[in-house]
């Protein structure tokens, strides 16, 4: 394995670029090497030089394809009974056993059926095709294909936005590990600038970015676009593997094991097949998130991950490694913690683990009912030990060890990592900002990357609470950064409630979400934060619907959409959730109570009593708080 010499800005400026891209002027050399070359096969042997966490120095520039598995009878007999072609299906590169599954349920379960008679990967060539007919005026976008363009269109990152805004698309990224570069940032807001009121972009919580607003003509340009910079929107959407997770602090952390960076991006580089798409992986029985954990505070959420990856030290060797958590997740139907993998993963066996793990997961994963189709309950049915050797099987025979135990003597404390605090490069900090619901404007994208530049290495952090950090801020520059306009707005200082909100999309957007749910949030939280005082941060979470993509169950208070009663007649609701830890010894937060209206004649009081009686909130003096 290569070294990395991280003790300057210059080595951590820019992510790995893409292979046959053209890169942004480097500031980061030393972290280019191995994600751009040849891969190895999901049983960990090495090809053309490569190590068996699918990297090399050789210049080639992909995993080897695998093997399309040969039709069965079966299957073919109901291919053709359907009229399914099978070189454009979602179903080639699924064993014969997995194909039957997906073709059994394909009528009940609609995804499936969509999955089967055309895959998602073809929108990859399609959508600059349909963007052209629109553009020419030989088409129109209700004229479209109703699964193409709300279902398939996807695959490809972009999402019809039919209930909210109809006509109009939100383009998810893949941002692995949070970070982006100057010039990558301004290359987004230069999509949304000439938007208007509806374009906007939104820090997801998977420190990733949606656009919103954007037009389905102009995608052909922007995904030549995206490829330019570095960055890509395959893959971000419905069964497939969603953005790569770690710690926003990578790389600067002086209490991190390990800079997972690398690893996130060889993992999604491996996902993507660079950015341009991999056909192998794109029919997955359902979506899957996994998080690299490099410390004790637990940044990505593990706990709440498909597949999570924490940096333990091998007590054999020394170096460190990984132990995994499978099967969290959140949903309609059931919310959970991951589980004890019983599985340890060196470092060099990563990639070709998380490889293997989704070949695993895409040939045995449930199809039939879409509630129970996550990879916890493959888990479970199999339990954690067949699991690991299933996997190790489809890693070439490996023998996976089980997981290596941790004891620590003392307790660690998640950290907040807003506001400034030293790197463990010497005469540098970090510099955390508050984004309140993870949204901005084009007008931000720019004065990130004017900042990011003037001061620091070029770069900025997104992490999964929705905020921003830049790295590299010598500690001379902090006080003068600190006087920039954009931190007005943003704050680097935010209040106890500011700094702890975290916000789903909401009914703005969302057709699922059933209340508004960004811009009521920071009203609410504003008004609180005149009101009292509080001794420390209150992190409060709001989603607008049970998918609880706004994380309800991890927060210290969460807001869930729901319905309630104002004076007898129906309103906007949430369902309270209380209790939620993260961190080192996490736990999930329970529902308190139901049926509480959103309006503030109601929400307001009953949250403050709340933040009094539970959390230690006290009156500002001065304020009259009404009993």
Excluded at 59 to 74: F, T
Excluded at 354 to 378: I, N, P, S
Aim: aromatic content about 8%.
């Amino acid at each position: 394995m290569l070294s990395f010499n991280l003790t300057s800005p210059h080595a951590l400026g820019l992510r790995l670029p893409l292979p046959n891209r053209t890169a942004a002027p480097s500031r980061a050399s030393a972290l280019r090497c191995s994600a751009s070359a040849t891969l190895t096969s999901s049983n960990g042997a090495s090809t053309n030089g490569a190590s068996s966490n699918g990297a090399s120095s050789n210049g080639a520039s992909r995993w080897p394809a695998a093997e399309v598995p040969p039709l069965s009878d079966e299957v073919k007999a109901i291919l053709e009974e359907r009229s399914i072609d099978f070189e454009t299906s979602g179903l080639k590169f699924l064993t014969n056993e997995a194909r039957l599954r997906s073709l059994a349920v394909a009528k009940k379960n609609k995804a499936e059926g969509i999955k089967a008679q055309k895959g998602g990967h073809k929108m990859w060539t399609e959508v600059t095709e349909l963007a052209e007919l629109i553009r020419k005026g030989e088409t129109k976008w209700e004229d479209l294909d109703l699964d193409d363009i709300d279902v398939r269109l996807k695959w490809s990152g972009m999402f019809h936005r039919r209930k909210r805004a109809p006509g109009t698309f939100m383009m998810r990224l893949k941002v692995p590990n949070g970070e982006l570069t100057s010039k990558q940032l301004r290359f987004l807001g230069d999509q949304i600038v000439n938007l208007g009121e509806k374009g906007c972009a939104d820090i997801t919580t998977r420190a990733n970015i949606q656009l919103r607003g954007m037009d389905l003509t102009d995608s052909a340009a922007i995904f030549e676009g995206l490829t330019s910079v570095g960055l890509s929107a395959v893959q971000t959407g419905m069964d497939n593997v969603r953005n790569m997770t770690g710690s926003p602090i990578a790389g600067i952390d002086p209490h991190e094991l390990i800079d997972v960076r690398q690893l996130n991006y060889e993992i999604n580089d491996m996902i993507t097949n660079f950015g341009k798409g991999n056909e192998e992986l794109v029919n997955l029985p359902r979506k899957i998130n996994i998080g690299l954990s490099p410390s004790r505070d637990d940044f990505p959420h593990t706990h709440i991950n498909d597949v999570g990856l924490k940096a333990v030290h091998d007590p054999e060797t020394g170096e460190v490694g990984f132990n995994v958590e499978l099967g969290g997740y959140f949903s309609v139907k059931r919310n959970t913690m991951s589980i004890d993998g019983n599985t340890f993963v060196a470092r060099d066996q990563v990639v070709a683990y998380c490889k293997a793990l989704l070949e695993v997961f895409r040939d045995y994963g449930g199809r039939e009912d879409r509630q129970k189709a996550r990879l916890m309950w493959l888990v479970e049915d199999w339990g954690a030990d067949k699991f690991r050797e299933m996997v190790g099987a489809r890693m070439g025979g490996v023998t996976l060890r089980t997981a290596v135990e941790e004891k620590y003597d003392d307790v660690w404390e998640r950290r907040d990592v807003l506001g400034v605090h030293p790197q463990k490069q010497e005469g540098f900090s970090w510099v955390g900002a508050c984004i309140p619901t993870g949204r901005f404007f084009a007008d931000d994208f720019y004065e990130f990357a004017r900042v990011a530049d003037t001061y620091g290495d070029g770069t900025l952090r997104m992490t999964v609470e929705q905020d921003v950090l830049f790295p590299f801020i010598p500690n001379d520059k902090v006080e003068e950064m600190k006087k920039e306009p954009i931190f007005q707005k943003y704050k680097i200082d935010a209040g106890n409630l500011t700094r702890g909100l975290v916000s789903c999309t909401g009914a703005q957007f969302c057709g699922l979400a059933v209340i508004e749910t960004k811009n009521r949030a920071m009203a609410v939280v504003e008004k609180l934060e005149q009101q009292l005082d509080f001794p420390k941060k209150i992190r409060i979470h709001w989603t607008g619907c049970p998918n609880s993509c706004g994380q309800v169950q991890v927060a210290d208070i969460g807001l869930m959409g729901g319905p309630a009663k104002l004076n007898g007649k129906a309103t906007e609701g949430v369902r309270v959730f209380l209790g939620g830890t993260i961190g080192e010894n996490p736990q999930l937060a329970s529902q308190f109570e139901k049926g509480i209206a959103c309006d503030e004649s109601v929400l307001l009081p009953y949250l403050r009593d709340i933040m009094i009686e539970k959390f230690g909130a006290t009156p500002k003096p001065g304020v009259l708080v009404e009993a």
